[in-house]
């Protein structure tokens, strides 16, 4: 696909991105929020199922006939191939910061092809932000009134404090081992995919995740991140793939640039 196709695709996946995340504000302005909870004892609202309502429904309209894999529909799972294009959505990514009412949750729309994040859209409807962006095309952020800023991510500085944003939710012993090895650093938290997208936008320079993720969680942003200009690898350097036969992540480490990250 030509960076011409994909940047043609930008206004109908920012639509497609802003009427899900109105059908989440309804949700979260009127609840009440109906929970359930997954097999792996992880919560689902009624805002997780509008949204895939919203975007799968988004994503058909456009005819592309590209398969729509979603969190939200375990039997689209098997629409996950390497060697072909699909739709990768995490409808309501942060449903614990959602339910916890802080704002910090997204919307997640990834396109992948030959098991890369090649287009990412990520929309924070609380905080009134859109990022999007891929490695050939550069990376956006958009504020509530509709105005598109480029963002790229910062340059890395050896004489500051290295900034490591961390999840809210998951702060564990070996990221704060982790972090211990960065030496002087400050760190900042923040939920669901926005902390690749404050990488992206220079605000932070580090982000360690040594929890499980599922693809859903991380494509989007990936996308977004690498088209800022920095990288998510796993823990031997390698960028994260898309496609696997296990959707499960491997530990990763997202960053400005491969030198912030310490070597062994």
């Known amino acids: 696909m030509r960076q011409q196709d994909m940047m043609e695709?930008?206004?109908?996946?920012?639509?497609?991105?802003?009427?899900?995340?109105a059908r989440?504000?309804?949700?979260?302005?009127?609840?009440?929020v109906l929970t359930?909870?997954?097999?792996?004892?992880?919560?689902?609202?009624?805002a997780d199922l509008v949204s895939h309502n919203s975007l799968v429904n988004s994503l058909s309209d456009l005819?592309?006939?590209?398969?729509?894999?979603?969190?939200?529909?375990?039997?689209?799972?098997?629409?996950?191939?390497?060697?072909?294009?699909?739709?990768?959505?995490?409808?309501?990514?942060?449903?614990?910061?959602?339910?916890?009412?802080?704002?910090?949750f997204t919307v997640n729309i990834a396109l992948i092809k030959d098991g890369r994040p090649v287009l990412g859209v990520v929309g924070a409807p609380a905080l009134g932000r859109l990022y999007w962006g891929g490695q050939a095309m550069g990376a956006w952020r958009m504020d509530a009134r509709g105005a598109a800023v480029p963002i790229q991510v910062a340059r890395l500085q050896v004489a500051k404090p290295v900034r490591v944003v961390a999840?809210?939710?998951?702060?564990?012993?070996?990221?704060?081992?982790?972090?211990?090895?960065?030496?002087?650093?400050n760190v900042v938290q923040?939920?669901?995919?926005?902390?690749?997208?404050?990488?992206?936008?220079?605000?932070?320079?580090?982000?360690?995740?040594?929890?499980?993720?599922?693809?859903?969680d991380t494509a989007a942003a990936q996308?977004?991140?690498?088209?800022?200009?920095?990288?998510?690898?796993?823990?031997?350097?390698?960028?994260?793939?898309?496609?696997?036969?296990?959707?499960?992540?491997p530990f990763f480490v997202a960053a400005c640039a491969m030198d912030a990250i310490p070597r062994d």
């Open 9 to 21: 695709l930008v206004p109908e996946l920012i639509r497609t991105a802003h009427a899900a995340a």
């Open 24 to 32: 989440i504000m309804e949700v979260y302005d009127n609840g009440p």
């Open 36 to 46: 359930q909870w997954k097999a792996d004892e992880s919560p689902v609202t009624q």
């Open 63 to 104: 005819k592309l006939g590209w398969p729509v894999v979603s969190e939200e529909d375990e039997s689209s799972l098997a629409q996950r191939r390497p060697d072909q294009c699909f739709w990768l959505l995490d409808p309501l990514d942060g449903t614990k910061e959602f339910l916890g009412r802080n704002g910090e």
């Open 167 to 185: 999840s809210r939710s998951h702060m564990d012993a070996a990221t704060q081992a982790f972090i211990g090895r960065l030496g002087d650093a």
């Open 190 to 216: 923040a939920g669901s995919s926005l902390k690749f997208c404050l990488l992206a936008e220079g605000l932070a320079d580090i982000y360690p995740r040594f929890g499980p993720t599922c693809e859903w």
């Open 223 to 249: 996308a977004v991140l690498e088209g800022a200009g920095g990288v998510v690898v796993d823990l031997g350097c390698v960028p994260l793939s898309y496609g696997k036969p296990e959707v499960l992540n």
